[in-house]
């Protein structure tokens, strides 16, 4: 059989976002993998240097809508370097709070489109209704289901009560529970693991190389987390470790990441009892000393980097994002390249991949005519009143 | 009248509108049921035919570089091939409509009928993703068709025919062949899994990998009538395997022509329905519980753990029918 | 953490034995160095043979007016170490750093294209995100005036 062009996307089930991948079929083999990104291109980057810092942070919120606290907190953590603003302990604490709470309730997303990919339905349904939980906390804590808006400069915007305490910690419990039971049907089911074990694999020493991130690279028994690298908010100060597989698989993947999920609940729950009392917000300048920074967080996809430089006005020179996707895309196409096509889905979704982060430039691919165009505003604007 | 009997047989009951009646129902047994096992609500019971109508008013679109005969034919004739084959199956009474010695043949050959259908019309749809579905199809056909045919093949060396009629009437009063053969019982539930291209081996439709295969271009009435003939080869598919394991319509002996001729006939189908629906019913729980394989572990899978077991048992069967005259 | 981000300033200020252009510990863990553009490659090379293993985080370009600074975000046992090169307007140009660090390579095409820094000796200097009619020379993260933006501007009320 001649080998076969074969797309996935920008629409295909297997992807939540649009973006085009094209593969070279042999049968049932991949042999090549190439990528397009930019069809969800938003011009953030450009937009937030012609924006206050203020206007910035509901931008970077919207970067992405599953990791929206981390790129917040990034963010914010760069424009606090540059002001040298002090957070206080108790924003500080429940920053961590939500931060692993939205790790919490991506790693069990992820989870469940996991098992879908592998036409493993009933996990999916069972995870995505033991995922309400987290997301009926973050609505508790800060109004919303995602963009939940709690960290801001200087601080958070919402305080955690004791009556919420309380929920919290029964809601996470549960929480617990369940991950350790999903990690119990991740290793002993039989069809499942027959589709995970042993597909996508890559070594440590080409993660490295190749600047994976995140549960990717700890998949493959390399212990790096920004948490433990570059100490930030208070996680040196509760008792957590790194969960690493030696699998180097996608079985490891969904290992690490399961195991997150407990250790976010431990973190959590750590936080909430050595939360001391006091502010929740400092007070912020309006204006930036000159001066650039970088931070960094670890997003539940991986490193997210912040690149902040500012002229000593109240709008930034350049703010840069870089997302855990890109840096994982490299691996993520060495991963299917000469695997089978049916593994393609779950080898790409392993890294969990988010494309609207990794895209954020204006530009409009006109697929339909099988040829892209770029849309002027004007034009985009005509258009827009036609319909 | 002598001309419009098999018509009414083959397009009213027990043919066309029978089947696609009661598949429309078990479709919605079987969607309930994988519901309340994942936890959900479930669609209600007119779900499946309100989707069905709503794909006969759709657009029906043929691809500019398709073959169009083909194309088009393709589904027609997979329907054609399922609603032929309930003729042989008994569905009332231990007789079929039809019946004669070999008729077990065609009905496992005309069951493949789809399969081929399928192939065919995605292949000419020039699709890369229906290429591939396609190729899968095939391939799958291998996996599962042997051990299908083997797993037929013990209840008829067990009642000593090639009619499925003959092998239903022998089971009649209780003596139910899947106590002579549970292997090949087991085997052809699986197998039948494989036909009807459900999880774990819906492999060439896949949807998170090649977006339903063959499938893909097809719309319209064109795509009803591909839903059509999986519903209505689920029941046939079932109801093959309820005559040859089962009894058919039997149940422990009652006689139904004591009922009398519509009495009788009527309750033989509820039994038989009954035992379809349990069917069904392991078909959800497989759905429920398992994730999809690659192609060549179902390949691999189903000649190793279906096919030696189909051998054996028919080994087995040939053993006790000769030897102890069973 | 024995190592802070001084010691390391330090030590490359003894070891390394190429041009810098600047050399700085702005916090315990945050080290600044730059080197003129044409010592990327040497820097990298540098980094690597010295500090091995190295992540590289991004690589991030700037337009400061008259020149382009490209910032190659490097980590190393927890400390960041960033290099910084400043290509002027008019040359734009710099050796890619791929064949040295094979995790630049999104990251430099991604640069390329946003603000037109072209990458020497880049394996794979294809486009990546902006669409392939894309004009030539508009580079969306310039700040100079962009040939798009005078159309730009009228329908904007």
Known sequence: MAKLSFPVGPQHPALKEPENLRFSVDGELVVDADIRLGYVHRSIERSCSERNYVQDLYLCERVCGICSNAHTLAYCMAVEKLTEVEVPVRAQYIRMIVHEFERIHSHLLWLGVSGYEVGFESLLMYVWRDREIIQDILEMVSGNRGHYAMTTLGGVRYDITPEMEARIREGLQILRERAEYYADICTTEATFLKRVRDVGTISGDRCRELGAAGPTLRASGISFDIRTEFPYLQYDQVDWQVYTSELCDVLGRTLVRVQEVVEACDISLQALDQMPDGEIQARFPRRVPEGEATARVEAQRGELIYYVRSDGSDVPVRVKIRTPTLANLPAAMEMVTGGYVADIPIAFMSIDPCFSCTDRMVVLDDVGSGESRTMTWPELVRLGRQQ | ?326 | MAVTASELVERIQAEYDGELTEAEATSEVDAWVGVPPEDVRGMARFIIDTWAPVYLSTITGVDTGRQIEVLYHFVTGGLALNVRAAVDKGVDEIDSITPLVPAAVLYEREVAEMLGVEMIGHPDPRRLVLPEDWPEGDYPLRRDERPTDREDEEDNG
Not at chain 2, 13 to 23: K, M, R
Not at chain 2, 253 to 264: D, F, H, L, R
Not at chain 2, 273 to 300: C, T
């Open chain 2, 1 to 326: 009248m002598q001309v419009l009997r098999p018509l009414f047989h083959i397009m009213v009951f027990p043919g066309f509108l029978f089947l696609v009646a009661f598949g429309l129902f078990a479709s919605w047994v079987d969607r309930k049921l994988i519901a309340k096992f994942q936890n959900r609500v479930g669609p209600p019971i007119l779900q499946p035919l309100a989707d069905l109508i709503k794909l006969l008013a759709k657009e029906d679109i043929v691809p500019e570089h398709a073959n169009r005969t083909m194309f088009v034919v393709a589904p027609l004739i997979a329907l054609a091939g399922v609603i032929a084959s309930i003729v042989y199956i008994p569905v009332w009474a231990p007789e079929a409509v039809e019946s004669f010695q070999g008729d077990l043949i065609v009905v496992v050959y005309l069951l493949t009928l789809p399969a081929f259908a399928l192939f065919l019309g995605g292949w000419y749809s020039t699709n890369p993703f229906a290429t591939i579905g396609s190729t899968r199809v095939l391939s799958q056909l291998f996996g599962y068709e042997v051990p299908f045919f083997l797993a037929c093949l013990g209840p008829a060396i067990a009642a000593g025919s090639w009619s499925i009629s003959d092998v239903t009437l022998a089971q009649f009063g209780g003596h139910w062949l899947i106590a002579l053969a549970p292997l090949s019982f087991i085997v052809a539930m699986v197998a039948l899994i494989g036909k009807l291209e459900r999880v774990p081996f819906d492999i060439p439709q896949a949807n998170t990998e090649i977006v339903s295969g063959p499938e893909v271009e097809y719309t319209g009435r064109r795509l009803a009538v591909w839903k059509l003939t999986f519903l209505t080869e689920t029941i046939v598919g079932s109801a093959l395997i309820a005559a040859l394991f089962l009894g058919g319509p039997d149940f422990w002996g009652i006689s139904y022509q004591a009922m009398g001729p519509w009495v009788g006939g009527l309750v033989g189908m509820i039994v038989l329905g009954v035992k379809i629906l349990l069917i069904v019913f392991f078909l959800s729980l497989a759905q429920a519980a398992m994730a999809r394989l690659r192609i060549e572990q179902m390949v691999q899978w189903c000649l190793l753990w279906l096919g030696i077991p189909a051998l054996i048992n028919i080994g087995a069967i040939a053993v006790m029918v000769h030897q102890l005259g069973v």
